[in-house]
């Protein structure tokens, strides 16, 4: 499989690289580190004109801490973030999620969680190569007008299968994403549409440069199944947050619960978090309802597009939330 041909940008700033966005906008595609964006052109499902690489721009690249928040760059390699004290710490859930990503050798050193959240939405029934899929009537997400993995659909089901997306959804995070002359900072809850062909809420001519996570009291924990731990995708992932109330240390005062591989986008179970506000952190029970529900609730987005049966990953979501909230509520008691 070879690439397409391409022109390459170095910019060698933030300004620089907004322009040429600007200029090219559908044309063009941002590099981070390529693990996922050169798979895809070699499979011959995207054939940008024009690669702008963020390789120079070391003012992406950054851990910090600042106004209650940590802060971390787009272009932040996964490797920094998991031998980072302060995320190891503070936003537990993503150091967890960003260990799982691929294997040591082939993503720690060149993925970046930039391009960990960008990475576009996969489908068995897609994600093959271009003699694969001439074989094969298109589907909607190759311009065609039939899905392949939900007989009925009128739009694209692919799955959103980012470790650090489904953790960082959890801990609350905001997104910045800035364009020529401007920028927006948005809750990655809510940056997402309702099809998989583009399932982002942005523009071509902009750019992702943070990742913004709200320090609290709470824990965090991350749980995740695949077939290998590593090079294999999630099949189902979950993400959850604890707060314990400032009143009585072990009482839940809020909860996030948010599930992975299992839709369009990361979910956030808005009615299986809440079922914990103001239960015990020791209450299994409680955790075991929001599991089920959280099970019952991420069903419904789920199609057979991700290797393991619709089924089982539906079953391994009741026991990935479990893990993570008992996982959670160990480290809020500690
Ligand atoms: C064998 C293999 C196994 C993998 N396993 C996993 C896994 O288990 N879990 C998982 O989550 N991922 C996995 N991946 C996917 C991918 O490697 C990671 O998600 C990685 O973090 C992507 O980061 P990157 O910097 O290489 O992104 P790139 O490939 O450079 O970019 C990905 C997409 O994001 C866009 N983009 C990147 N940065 C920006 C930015 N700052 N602003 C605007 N657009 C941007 C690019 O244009 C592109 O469309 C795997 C990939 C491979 C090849
Ligand atoms: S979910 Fe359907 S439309 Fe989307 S990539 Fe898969 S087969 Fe194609």
């Not at 031998?83 to 936003?91: F, G, L, R």
């Not at 060149?110 to 009537?137: A, P, V, W």
């Amino acid at each position: 499989m070879r690439l397409p041909k391409f022109d390459y940008s170095d910019p060698e700033t933030l300004d620089q690289a907004l322009d040429l966005l600007d200029s090219h906008r559908d044309d063009a595609k941002i590099l981070a580190g390529g693990t996922d964006l050169l798979v895809r052109m070699k499979k011959g499902l995207l054939k940008p004109k024009v690669l702008i690489s963020l390789k120079a721009l070391n003012e992406l690249s950054y851990i910090k801490k600042q106004a209650g928040c940590i802060k971390i760059g787009a272009r932040t390699p996964l490797a920094d973030i998991i031998s980072s004290d302060m995320i190891q710490n503070e936003a537990k859930a993503l150091c967890q999620a960003c260990e799982k990503i691929g294997a040591a050798t082939i993503q720690h050193f060149r993925g970046t969680i930039g391009g960990n959240i960008l990475q576009d939405n996969r489908c068995h029934h897609y994600n093959q190569s271009e003699f694969f899929r001439s074989g094969h009537q298109a589907c909607h997400k190759a311009g065609g007008k039939i899905c392949y993995a939900r007989e009925e659909a009128d739009r694209c089901n692919s799955t959103c299968q980012s470790d650090g997306a489904t953790a960082l959804m959890a801990l609350g995070a905001d997104i910045t994403l800035a364009r020529k002359g401007g920028e927006r900072t948005v809750d990655l809850a809510s940056f997402y549409t309702t099809d998989g062909i583009n399932p982002f809420a942005m523009e071509s001519h902009e750019l992702l440069t943070e990742v913004t996570i709200p320090v609290t009291e709470a824990q965090s924990a991350y749980q995740r199944l695949a077939y290998r731990s590593a090079i294999d995708y999630p099949i189902v992932c979950a993400g959850v947050l604890l707060k314990p109330s400032s009143a009585q240390k072990d009482e839940i005062e809020n909860a996030r619960i948010v599930v992975g591989a299992m839709g369009r986008s990361p979910l956030f179970l808005t009615q299986a978090s809440s079922s914990l506000k103001g239960k015990k952190l020791n209450d299994t029970n409680a955790f075991k309802k929001a599991a089920d529900a959280s099970m019952n609730s991420a069903s419904a987005f789920a199609v057979h597009n991700v290797g393991a049966t619709l089924e089982y990953r539906c079953a391994m979501v009741s026991q990935m939330v479990f893990r993570a909230l008992e996982q959670a509520a160990a480290a809020v008691e500690a």
